[in-house]
């Protein structure tokens, strides 16, 4: 499904926006009706990045996650909901996944005294709760421990969300339904990135938040990626879509 104009992401007209990439490459098989393209297409450490039958699947693009009792409801580039339900997350251009909000409050803004954290798993400013999110009813940490390492019956100093945030938001939108219902079984995120991006290289500020994400998950294959470029190439193979791996290769290089 497509989004309406009022719904599209602010960058959604630049050439150097992920969610741009994503509406190319994602809606454009969708719209096509080729998201058997997509078949067959391993990610970097050989799963299968999406649908094994794409006959099977329905793809929406700017998917709202609404389980998690957000303010603000995890949003998602691309989803794929059949047999297994994929959260597709594309970064093109960024220097990072980005992190928890909390840390970065500022004292002249208004929610600072309620719901400042100093970065760490810690009660603080008299709240009941370790982490300021969960004080506020948002349920990350009612499920985080089932799928990570991190327990949340004692302190982390400093907390593993701060650095991990928007990869562990997309990892319980992968695997939450409908209903609130945890689902390991049925579920992964798929990173589609760049590899020419020196964020997402060995040493690189995404790559160590991507790593930390892996090491601490119970169930690995929750998280995968695979890089534009390998995505490009294996479009290349249908004559049909050579506009698309064409347009892949002269607006982006890939």
Same mark, same amino acid.
């Given at each position: 499904?497509?989004t309406?104009?009022?719904e599209?992401?602010?960058w959604l007209?630049s050439?150097a926006?992920s969610?741009a990439l994503?509406?190319s490459a994602f809606?454009?098989?969708?719209?096509?009706?080729?998201l058997?393209?997509?078949?067959?297409?391993?990610?970097?450490?050989?799963?299968?990045?999406? %649908?094994?039958? &794409?006959?099977? #699947?329905?793809m929406?693009l700017?998917?709202?996650?609404?389980?998690? +009792? $957000?303010?603000?409801?995890?949003?998602?580039?691309?989803?794929?909901d059949?047999?297994?339900?994929?959260?597709?997350?594309?970064?093109?251009t960024?220097?990072?996944f980005?992190?928890?909000?909390?840390?970065?409050?500022?004292?002249?803004?208004?929610?600072?005294?309620?719901?400042?954290?100093?970065g760490?798993?810690?009660?603080?400013?008299?709240?009941?709760?370790?982490?300021?999110?969960?004080?506020?009813g948002?349920?990350?940490?009612?499920?985080m421990?089932?799928?990570?390492t991190?327990?949340?019956?004692h302190?982390?100093?400093? %907390?593993?969300? &701060?650095f991990? #945030?928007?990869l562990?938001?997309?990892?319980?939108a992968?695997c939450? +339904? $409908?209903?609130?219902?945890?689902?390991?079984?049925?579920?992964?995120?798929?990173?589609?990135?760049d590899?020419?991006?020196?964020?997402f290289q060995?040493?690189?500020?995404?790559?160590?938040q991507w790593?930390?994400?892996?090491?601490?998950?119970?169930?690995?294959?929750?998280?995968r990626?695979?890089?534009c470029?390998?995505?490009?190439?294996?479009?290349?193979?249908?004559?049909?879509?050579?506009?698309?791996?064409?347009?892949l290769?002269?607006?982006?290089?890939?």
């Amino acid at each position: 499904m497509m989004t309406s104009p009022d719904e599209r992401h602010r960058w959604l007209t630049s050439m150097a926006s992920s969610q741009a990439l994503a509406q190319s490459a994602f809606g454009g098989l969708s719209v096509l009706g080729r998201l058997d393209a997509l078949e067959g297409l391993a990610s970097d450490d050989g799963q299968p990045v999406c %649908c094994e039958s &794409a006959a099977l #699947y329905r793809m929406e693009l700017e998917r709202q996650v609404s389980t998690l +009792s $957000e303010p603000r409801p995890t949003s998602l580039d691309a989803f794929f909901d059949g047999p297994q339900k994929v959260a597709v997350e594309v970064e093109f251009t960024e220097a990072e996944f980005g992190c928890c909000s909390r840390p970065r409050l500022r004292p002249e803004e208004p929610n600072f005294e309620r719901d400042h954290c100093d970065g760490n798993f810690s009660i603080q400013r008299g709240r009941s709760a370790r982490c300021s999110l969960s004080e506020r009813g948002i349920l990350y940490w009612q499920f985080m421990p089932r799928i990570f390492t991190w327990s949340a019956a004692h302190d982390h100093r400093p %907390c593993p969300l &701060a650095f991990t #945030y928007p990869l562990v938001r997309n990892v319980l939108a992968a695997c939450m +339904s $409908e209903r609130g219902v945890l689902d390991t079984k049925r579920g992964h995120v798929l990173l589609v990135y760049d590899a020419r991006n020196p964020a997402f290289q060995a040493g690189g500020e995404a790559d160590a938040q991507w790593w930390t994400a892996i090491r601490a998950l119970r169930h690995p294959r929750l998280l995968r990626r695979v890089s534009c470029q390998r995505v490009a190439a294996h479009l290349t193979q249908f004559p049909d879509l050579a506009w698309l791996s064409g347009g892949l290769a002269g607006n982006y290089g890939f």
